[in-house]
């Protein structure tokens, strides 16, 4: 069985640090490089329910997207939302690894795995770095041209059920074949959207005013399909235990999370008039 250090080369060749943007925060978060692994639990957020789910599986690894000390802290007391999962976890024996902005720009990489999911070709990427072939967001197209009700369908069809839903801004009569996506929150990159020419954009945590002053643009602009921020990015899980795998074929059991750890929990609408 390989050593947790053995699976964190795997990720890391595949996810390599030195994509991630210099704020983040990425790599072990806790855990011993020497210990083995078995089995491993892949899911977007580490929080009490992925911890509790990686528990029951006997994982002794989580490998998330999202940091879970994203910001630079002084100590993790178990009073503390996040101290308490650092020392949960480290009571159970489970390791935690995160890939976050690195996993986004990586090649394939989140958006590779939301574009998939939808049933785009990537053609490339939305927002390219230097090197013209890494960068955030990828560009795709669809086998034929669809109606965009009928696109927004196939969204909501290709990613796990949230309570707000997936939501579509545009005719819905708009063919669409050409499609930008950016796993997370992606409005910062309505603009190369646009400059790209594509019919929609598929991204999450789009903000009203962003988006309404996108609509109103006199130009040409892609319509909009707006996703959770935790369903957008649940495709990588697969994509992360598939590196895994590949990898150690037959040596590591790989998970994908089944919790749904999207913050929203009820939707209500109205009733009367």
């Not at 997936?166 to 997370?184: E, Y």
């Amino acid at each position: 069985m390989p050593a947790l250090s053995e699976i964190i080369t795997a990720l890391e060749q595949a996810y390599p640090p030195a994509l991630a943007e210099s704020w983040d925060a990425v790599g072990l978060v806790c855990g011993d490089p020497a210990e083995p692994v078995t089995r491993v639990l892949c899911c977007v957020d580490p929080v009490a329910e992925t911890v509790e789910e990686a528990e029951q599986l006997g994982a002794q690894l989580i490998v998330a997207h999202h940091p879970l000390l994203l910001r630079g802290v002084h100590g993790v007391p178990a009073d503390t939302a996040k101290g308490a999962l650092v020392h949960r976890m480290i009571r159970a024996g489970i390791a935690l690894y995160c890939a976050h902005t690195n996993a986004d720009s990586a090649d394939p990489g989140v958006s590779d795995a939301l574009a998939q999911a939808i049933g785009l070709r990537v053609t490339g990427p939305l927002a390219p770095h230097a090197d013209g072939v890494t960068g955030i967001g990828r560009l795709g197209e669809l086998p034929a041209p669809e109606p965009f009700a009928t696109f927004v369908q196939r969204v909501a069809d290709a990613l796990p059920a949230t309570v707000p839903g997936v939501l579509g801004a545009g005719d819905p009569d708009r063919p669409i074949r050409t499609v930008a996506v950016s796993g997370g929150a992606g409005d910062s990159y309505l603009t190369q959207a646009t400059a790209a020419g594509v019919d929609a954009f598929v991204t999450a945590d789009l903000r009203h005013h962003p988006a309404g002053e996108h609509l109103a643009h006199p130009g040409r602009v892609p319509a909009l399909v707006g996703l959770t921020h935790w369903a957008s990015e649940w495709p990588w899980c697969a994509q992360a235990s598939a590196v895994i795998g590949h990898a150690f074929a037959g040596n590591v059991d790989v998970h994908v999370s089944t919790r749904c750890t999207d913050p929203w929990t009820v939707r209500a609408e109205r009733t009367s008039i």
